[in-house]
């Protein structure tokens, strides 16, 4: 069978406020705000499955990766989800950091809490690097990875 599938276009992730999503994803991690528009009617529902979606969208990005956050102004009755990362369908988001405790800090200050202290692989071939799970408010997960510097 031949391959039809050529890469990921990009990740899409809900948030609750489109404009505070940018505040950390823009300001805080370093991602390009590409674009920004506004989806509703037909092309919303049909793409979603969601009746009477009406969506703000913005498309961030780093290096060759993008992520597309959006806000859904309706319908009202949204849920906030808060998955543990064991919970069958809790996806997270791994960026490769160059120095972990900055990172950590810089993503405390704007309210993602991490799991615990970075975790260092001992053995395997990943050992020497740190790894840690960070979550917001509105159910959000990342990951922070930090590869083994030189000095160590």
Same mark, same amino acid.
């Given at each position: 069978?031949?391959?039809?599938?050529?890469?990921?276009?990009?990740?899409?992730?809900?948030?609750?406020?489109?404009?505070?999503? #940018? %505040?950390?994803? *823009?300001?805080?991690?370093?991602? &390009?705000? @590409?674009?920004?528009?506004?989806?509703?009617?037909?092309? /919303?529902?049909?793409?979603?499955?969601?009746?009477?979606?009406?969506?703000?969208?913005?498309?961030?990005?780093?290096?060759?990766?993008?992520?597309?956050?959006?806000?859904?102004?309706?319908?009202?009755?949204?849920?906030?989800?808060?998955?543990?990362?064991?919970?069958?369908?809790?996806?997270? #988001? %791994?960026?490769? *950091?160059?120095?972990?405790?900055? &990172?950590? @800090?810089?993503?405390?200050?704007?309210?993602?809490?991490? /799991?615990?202290?970075?975790?260092?692989?001992?053995?395997?071939?990943?050992?020497?690097?740190?790894?840690?799970?960070?979550?917001?408010?509105?159910?959000?997960?990342?990951?922070?990875?930090?590869?083994?510097?030189?000095?160590?």
């Amino acid at each position: 069978m031949e391959q039809n599938f050529t890469g990921i276009a990009h990740t899409g992730i809900t948030v609750r406020n489109l404009d505070d999503a #940018l %505040a950390f994803w *823009v300001g805080v991690l370093g991602f &390009a705000l @590409e674009r920004r528009f506004h989806l509703d009617g037909e092309l /919303a529902e049909g793409v979603t499955g969601v009746n009477s979606a009406t969506i703000d969208v913005a498309v961030v990005s780093l290096g060759e990766q993008s992520v597309e956050l959006l806000q859904y102004l309706s319908p009202p009755n949204r849920m906030i989800v808060r998955p543990e990362p064991c919970d069958v369908g809790s996806v997270h #988001l %791994a960026l490769n *950091v160059i120095d972990m405790d900055a &990172a950590i @800090e810089a993503a405390s200050l704007a309210g993602w809490v991490p /799991a615990g202290p970075p975790v260092v692989a001992t053995h395997g071939p990943r050992a020497g690097t740190a790894f840690i799970y960070l979550s917001d408010q509105h159910g959000g997960t990342l990951e922070f990875i930090a590869a083994p510097t030189a000095a160590e």
